[in-house]
């Protein structure tokens, strides 16, 4: 029983380490990558209590390398997710029961040891696993990780504080309960950060989570879950799973006691479990949360008063980290007349400096496309725009897969500002440029606004704030993250909250107390400290 009431340590957010040569964090990276590399790992799933081996084995390999072996993971089946549902209620009561400040604590000291001692395990399990270069990984897997599970602890007491007002003679007060059965999270390969707040951000808050991550991200999620243990996660409130999604959405999505989704992935993958949910509706305890942060079209405007070369650097960063794999990297840029030619000579000075390569050479920039089947969609739209007489390709282009999943960051010019790659989701380094008449500003703006379904992420440039008020009205739906002269990409937790509408999701905000507040019922009580024993009101008097 708690017997005060306590404040978390106020979050910072962690210091990103800059992995120069002869730095210590540069040497412990390089020597955790040399000895993940030198064993094949043997990844159980994590139920209840047991690490769980089926001994059908699939295997992991380096996007960038894909013919070396990191190891195997045992995918399980819907046994697997039935033993799962079953642990996530087991241990749902004393989870729920334990005081905040306990629950909260284990995810601080989670926090610590990234900060520490698994620092270069989660970054080199990133990196290998996932094809991050070192600053990347830094930013995702160490950093925003770590601002999650640290600023999640503060918005959960931030949220318990808030309370409502009383008038005389009475109490009233607001509890914040976990949801009345399980959640169960749906995790991408692109951010370790999102594979581990997405079902520790619900537990945090007292529920029992099923998690299922992507099958390219397996490598760094066990990592994760050593994290988890070792901070002293109780058996049962976080259960993950490697089982093929169909099969695990049978079991989970037709349970009485399934209670929430916390999804990151694609949008079309969402509205199909969301329709599911909606045809299941009678059966289950209550009306199930559903969370989701989906796809996007990210957009670069620029207006002619931008600076060329701070527009350029914002593509480059924006387009190209992280092979162009982050929901939020930019897709299509939208650049005057009278900028352009001086925009691609610094864009195509600076992809002459670009390398591509393997994580283990720090000096790259680009590494590999996460596997073959995202490799083949995004070659087959570069394919397809070097026969078009509506589109040149103006940079890159090239491509190739003898040694890793390899694409050259490549710049394409549309004449057609609604052809393919200017609306559809790519996920890859690509992007499409369409070069308005300078004077035609607020029609760009409006083609922005409704060549895309999304509503994710979007930048305007300009040195003009008549044009960038006039940005943010008319591009007030077309972005949940929205940002002026610089890229669309980058979000910090605690600082910009992430998510976006439309198609892109139902924009609860990772990173804030919005995301929290899903995660609860909230209970009103009211205590009446003199009750009444007339039944008569005044009115009724003669």
């Known amino acids: 029983m708690s017997l005060a009431i306590f404040k978390t340590p106020k979050p910072t957010n962690e210091p990103v380490l800059s992995y120069a040569p002869g730095t210590p964090e540069r040497a412990a990276l390089q020597k955790e990558l040399k000895e993940l590399k030198?064993?094949?790992?043997?990844?159980?799933?994590?139920i209840g209590g047991e690490e769980v081996r089926t001994g059908k084995?699939?295997?992991?390999?380096?996007?960038?390398?894909?013919?070396?072996?990191?190891?195997?993971?045992?995918?399980?089946?819907a046994s697997h997710v039935e033993q799962a549902v079953n642990a996530a209620l087991g241990a749902k009561k004393a989870w729920a029961e334990m005081s905040w400040e306990h629950r909260a604590s284990i995810f601080l000291k989670a926090a610590d040891l990234l900060a520490g001692p698994y620092r270069a395990r989660i970054n080199a399990a990133t990196m290998l696993g996932q094809s991050k270069n070192a600053f990347q990984a830094e930013i995702d897997a160490a950093c925003e990780f770590i601002d999650f599970l640290k600023f999640n602890a503060a918005f959960m007491v931030e949220l318990f504080h808030q309370q409502p007002e009383s008038?005389?003679?009475?109490?009233?007060?607001?509890?914040?309960?976990?949801?009345?059965?399980?959640?169960?999270?749906?995790?991408?390969?692109?951010?370790?950060?999102?594979?581990?707040?997405?079902?520790?951000?619900?537990?945090?808050?007292?529920?029992?989570?099923?998690?299922?991550?992507?099958?390219?991200?397996?490598?760094?999620?066990?990592?994760?879950?050593?994290?988890?243990?070792?901070?002293?996660?109780?058996?049962?409130?976080?259960?993950?799973?490697?089982?093929?999604g169909p099969v695990a959405g049978d079991v989970i999505f037709n349970h009485k006691d399934f209670a929430g989704l916390h999804f990151t992935g694609s949008t079309g993958v969402f509205q199909q479990l969301w329709k599911t949910i909606g045809q299941n509706i009678t059966k289950y305890r209550t009306y199930p949360r559903i969370v989701g942060e989906t796809g996007g079209k990210d957009f670069i405007i620029a207006h002619k008063s931008a600076n060329a070369k701070e527009l350029a650097t914002a593509i480059i960063r924006g387009a190209f980290e992280f092979q162009g794999q982050k929901c939020s990297a930019a897709s299509r840029a939208y650049i005057p007349d009278n900028l352009w030619p001086e925009v691609q000579k610094y864009i195509l000075e600076d992809l002459k400096n670009v390398k591509m390569g393997d994580v283990e050479d720090f000096g790259n920039f680009v590494n590999a496309v996460i596997d073959e089947r995202s490799f083949n969609k995004i070659t087959k739209y570069i394919d397809e725009a070097k026969k078009s007489p509506l589109v040149e390709v103006v940079a890159g282009g090239n491509y190739d897969n003898s040694k890793g999943w390899f694409i050259e960051p490549t710049v394409l010019l549309a004449k057609d500002p609604m052809y393919a790659t200017m609306c559809e989701e790519l996920f890859g380094p690509v992007l499409t440029v369409y070069v308005y008449q300078a004077e035609r500003y607020e029609e760009a703006l409006e083609l922005v606004d409704s060549t895309s379904p999304y509503a994710l992420t979007g930048a305007i440039f300009s040195k003009d704030r008549y044009a960038i008020e006039l940005a943010m009205s008319k591009l007030m739906h077309a972005a949940g993250n929205f940002y002026i002269n610089d890229k669309p990409t980058g979000a910090v937790v605690g600082q910009q909250p992430f998510g976006g509408a439309r198609a892109s999701g139902t924009n609860d905000k990772a990173g804030s107390i919005l995301n929290l507040i899903r995660w609860v019922q909230p209970r009103t009580i009211k205590e009446t400290f003199a009750p009444p024993t007339d039944f008569r009101y005044p009115f009724l008097s003669k």
Do not use: C
């Open 38 to 46: 030198s064993k094949e790992a043997d990844i159980p799933m994590y």
């Open 57 to 77: 084995k699939i295997r992991i390999s380096p996007p960038h390398d894909h013919k070396h072996t990191l190891g195997y993971f045992h995918e399980g089946d």
């Open 167 to 244: 008038a005389p003679g009475m109490w009233n007060r607001m509890d914040y309960r976990p949801l009345e059965g399980f959640v169960f999270a749906i995790t991408p390969f692109n951010f370790t950060s999102i594979a581990g707040n997405l079902p520790a951000s619900p537990a945090l808050m007292g529920n029992t989570v099923i998690w299922k991550p992507a099958y390219t991200q397996v490598y760094s999620a066990q990592v994760i879950m050593e994290v988890f243990k070792e901070a002293g996660l109780p058996d049962g409130v976080i259960n993950l799973i490697y089982v093929d």
